[in-house]
């Protein structure tokens, strides 16, 4: 039985910071910005106060590293905020509806020597209507589809025996935001704060967000741990990603200063305006699973050989008991 499954790893530049590389880089492909001897280093594509109707023209740097021959795919798409917080460009299939529409590049398929760096150009129509504020799309570019075999064990993942075909991409991006000028709009809601555990058991905070304004917004806030007699007892700060305009997510943080107890948890996000703090608070109870301690084990255990051998010499007796009584009916 053949199976083809495929697997899609996205690595894009976070963060722009002087401790780290102007570049996204993944398996020795780097893409980037073009950036001359004289020209500030950028991390991505950003342009503001862009009029609708505009044109901009601009160039992208892909990078071999290796020190094989690549073959490579260059394409553009659009951007969103991920179902947990966080920029995310869309799949290869989605339907492309926005900046990854707008972008046309020089080429769509590169070939690189070991080492040789490729600059091709970009081309960005801005639609004549177009809403004022943020947008965003991605630039990606990947490597042909690497192959790799493997045979399924009688059973394995709930499957028959067979192979199954393991189609492995790695996309590596670059971030393009467009800001269109006009007013621009920071409101954000914050709807709800809930607790919960994840799969793996582990205990979360969900901040439940909506951004309803036009400017894309990376909100940061405290949490703050209350016992049942309202007396604080941590405050952590926490970085609730990127949301997108009208676009709602629910960002999970983890809650690592475990305790047994009653609680009652403040999420607390400053209004992106500057106008007061935007609150939430949800109340919950938490026991950490006692483990047992070896002295606990050991003595469990020994219950348990003890009603065994007990078990055993009762069976034995009656065993022995009724051997007798059959020999004395023979004689």
Same mark, same amino acid.
């Given at each position: /039985?053949?199976?083809?499954?495929?697997?899609?790893?996205? +690595?894009?530049?976070?963060?722009?910071?002087?401790?780290?590389?102007?570049?996204?880089?993944?398996?020795?492909?780097?893409?980037?910005?073009?950036?001359?001897?004289?020209?500030?280093?950028?991390?991505?594509? *950003?342009?503001?106060?862009?009029?609708?109707?505009?044109?901009?023209? !601009?160039?992208?740097?892909?990078?071999?590293?290796?020190? %094989?021959?690549?073959?490579?795919?260059?394409?553009?798409?659009?951007? $969103?905020? @991920?179902? !947990?917080?966080?920029? @995310?460009? =869309?799949?290869?299939?989605?339907?492309?509806?926005?900046?990854?529409?707008? /972008?046309?590049?020089?080429?769509?398929?590169?070939?690189?020597?070991?080492? $040789?760096?490729?600059? *091709?150009?970009?081309?960005?129509? #801005?639609?004549?209507?177009?809403?004022?504020?943020?947008?965003?799309?991605?630039?990606?570019?990947?490597?042909?589809?690497?192959?790799?075999?493997?045979?399924?064990?009688?059973?394995?993942?709930?499957?028959?025996?067979?192979?199954?075909?393991?189609?492995?991409?790695?996309?590596?991006?670059?971030?393009?935001?467009?800001?269109?000028?006009?007013?621009?709009?920071? =409101?954000?809601?914050?709807?709800?704060?809930?607790?919960?555990?994840?799969? @793996?058991?582990?205990?979360?905070?969900?901040?439940?967000?909506?951004? $309803?304004?036009?400017?894309?917004?990376?909100?940061?806030?405290? +949490?703050? #741990?209350?016992?049942?007699?309202?007396?604080?007892?941590?405050?952590?700060?926490?970085?609730?990603?990127?949301?997108?305009?009208?676009?709602?997510?629910?960002?999970?943080? %983890?809650?690592?200063?475990?305790?047994?107890?009653?609680?009652?948890?403040?999420?607390?996000?400053? !209004?992106?305006?500057?106008?007061?703090?935007?609150?939430?608070?949800?109340?919950?109870?938490?026991?950490?699973?006692?483990?047992?301690?070896?002295? $606990?084990?050991?003595?469990?255990?020994?219950?348990?050989?003890?009603?065994?051998?007990?078990?055993?010499?009762?069976?034995?007796?009656?065993?022995?008991?009724?051997?007798?009584?059959?020999?004395?009916?023979?004689?």
């Amino acid at each position: /039985m053949n199976k083809k499954i495929h697997f899609f790893t996205l +690595l894009i530049l976070f963060g722009l910071q002087t401790a780290i590389t102007f570049s996204a880089t993944s398996g020795g492909i780097g893409i980037t910005p073009y950036y001359g001897p004289k020209d500030a280093k950028r991390a991505w594509f *950003i342009y503001e106060n862009v009029k609708p109707g505009a044109i901009i023209n !601009d160039q992208v740097t892909v990078t071999n590293t290796t020190k %094989e021959l690549l073959n490579l795919v260059i394409y553009p798409v659009d951007a $969103e905020t @991920a179902r !947990d917080g966080g920029y @995310a460009p =869309k799949a290869d299939d989605a339907k492309i509806t926005g900046v990854g529409g707008w /972008m046309t590049l020089g080429a769509s398929k590169l070939s690189l020597k070991p080492g $040789e760096q490729k600059v *091709i150009s970009l081309k960005i129509r #801005i639609p004549e209507k177009v809403g004022i504020g943020d947008h965003a799309g991605t630039i990606l570019v990947r490597r042909e589809t690497s192959t790799e075999t493997r045979k399924i064990q009688n059973g394995e993942d709930g499957d028959e025996k067979g192979e199954t075909t393991l189609n492995i991409i790695t996309r590596i991006g670059a971030r393009v935001y467009i800001t269109i000028a006009g007013q621009l709009i920071k =409101k954000l809601s914050f709807d709800e704060l809930t607790f919960g555990k994840d799969r @793996a058991g582990k205990p979360f905070f969900y901040f439940a967000l909506a951004n $309803e304004g036009n400017t894309r917004l990376t909100p940061k806030g405290t +949490l703050e #741990i209350y016992d049942s007699e309202n007396k604080l007892l941590e405050t952590t700060d926490i970085d609730l990603r990127e949301i997108f305009p009208y676009t709602e997510t629910t960002v999970p943080v %983890e809650w690592k200063n475990l305790r047994d107890g009653k609680f009652v948890a403040k999420g607390i996000i400053p !209004d992106p305006n500057g106008e007061g703090r935007l609150v939430a608070t949800t109340a919950f109870e938490w026991i950490i699973p006692k483990i047992p301690t070896p002295v $606990e084990i050991n003595s469990t255990m020994q219950q348990l050989l003890i009603g065994a051998g007990i078990l055993i010499f009762i069976l034995f007796t009656i065993m022995i008991l009724m051997i007798l009584v059959m020999k004395r009916k023979r004689k």
